[in-house]
Every structure is written in C-alpha cells, then in structure tokens.
C-alpha cells in the first residue's frame, strides 16, 4: 500500500521569505505526482504535474522536484506572500488512483 | 465554468436519512474518481470509474454507499441511513488516464 507522508505539518514565514515543502512516498511504481493548494473549506487546486519520467516542473514561482528512486518530491516556492497561505497537498498515481499525504498548513505572515 | 462541477456544496443532513451529491466532469474526461476527506487529513479514495463501468471500490465504502455514473457522463454518490462518522468533505476529481487531475470544490456533509 502506497504512503505518503508530508513534513512538516505546519510552516509559519514572514512574506518575502522563500518555502520548501518535503514529499516522500514508499513505492517508487508511480506514473505521475501532482502538486495541489487547498484553501479552507475549498476543493483542490492542482499547482505542478510531474510525469515519473520527469525530475522537476516549475511554474511561475513554484517548482517541483521529483527522485522516484528515493521516493521524494519537494515543492519550492520563491518570494512568498501572504496570498500563499494554504495548505499543500502532494499526491502520486499508482496504477489507477490518487494516494496523498496530509498536506503541509502554510501561513505567511505580512 | 469548465471545470469539474459538484452540488450541492453543503448539506446537513439528519442521522438515518439517505443523500445524494452529484459530480459533473469535464467534457471528454473518461475517468472520474470519488474522494473523502476529514478535517486535518488527505483526501482518501472511495471509487473510480472509466467511462460507465466502475472499476474499483475502497474498502472505505461499506454497502451504505453507491455509486454511479449513466452513460459516462455526470455521477452520483449515494450515503444510506448516514451516520455521524460520515460528516466530511466528498470530493469528485476527473482525468483522461495518466493526466492531470482536476477536482471540485467539494460536497460538506453534516450528519446532526
């Protein structure tokens, strides 16, 4: 059964300050990994996709990183700011499902 | 709007009465996923179909719980005789196969 873990649960920054959000994942057999922000009370949004063939995808001020072989996968994202504040999910596909970790609470303070 | 849609967002609802929440994907999207989700935790899979056929079930989903998706199309996931413990977020994703995937913003049930 595939697990997967975030650290740390919580992370407070004052804005400007850059994030480094960790993944890690027990079974490396994964097809993709997808990076999500949830706000409160909100539904998912995806932020990044990594193809396993992959080692990182970047996006504006957010990239990924992916090292199937050790199972880990580390979300940066640059210059933070207050509209940041979220909680950050990551998730890899196995053969047919999404498995996620319990996501990382990110508060930016201004 | 596009992307995946889900009704109603919140529903409260009294313990031992049924609800249903319905999910529309996005057009041309094949496989379409159900999720749950409680305070503090990921979403944990329930159910996964490809096209009309369901193709698998968690163990999560007790025989109170059914699925369904006619013709392909919109689903629907049904809660019987709920209980307390199955006040959460359900959630409705959509994909074409190894893809990105793409949620709704999520049915809240309240059981009181």
């Known amino acids: 059964k595939q697990e997967v873990t975030q650290i740390p649960a919580a992370l407070s920054v004052p804005e400007g300050e850059n994030l480094v959000l960790n993944c890690s994942f027990t079974?490396?057999?994964?097809?993709?990994l997808q990076w999500f922000r949830q706000d409160p009370g909100k539904g998912l949004t995806s932020l990044l996709l990594i193809q396993s063939s992959q080692r990182e995808q970047t996006s504006g001020r957010l990239n990924a990183s992916l090292d199937k072989s050790s199972g880990r996968s580390t979300l940066y994202i640059a210059a933070s700011q207050p509209g940041d504040s979220a909680t950050y999910l990551c998730a890899v596909k196995g053969d047919y499902k999404l498995s996620f970790g319990a996501g990382t609470t990110v508060t930016v303070r201004a | 709007d596009t992307g995946v849609s889900q009704n109603p967002r919140h529903k409260i609802t009294k313990r031992g009465q049924n609800v249903t929440f319905r999910c529309d994907p996005i057009s041309e999207h094949n496989r379409l996923y159900w999720y749950r989700q409680t305070l503090g935790q990921g979403p944990e899979f329930l159910t996964y179909f490809q096209n009309e056929a369901q193709l698998e079930k968690s163990r999560l989903l007790s025989d109170r719980f059914s699925a369904e998706r006619p013709k392909g199309s919109f689903s629907t996931l049904e809660i019987q005789r709920t209980e307390q413990g199955d006040s959460a977020m359900y959630l409705c994703?959509?994909?074409?196969?190894?893809?990105?995937?793409?949620f709704g913003q999520g049915t809240r049930l309240t059981v009181v």
């Open positions: 079974d490396s057999a994964i097809y993709n």
């Open positions: 994703a959509t994909t074409t196969g190894g893809t990105e995937a793409f």
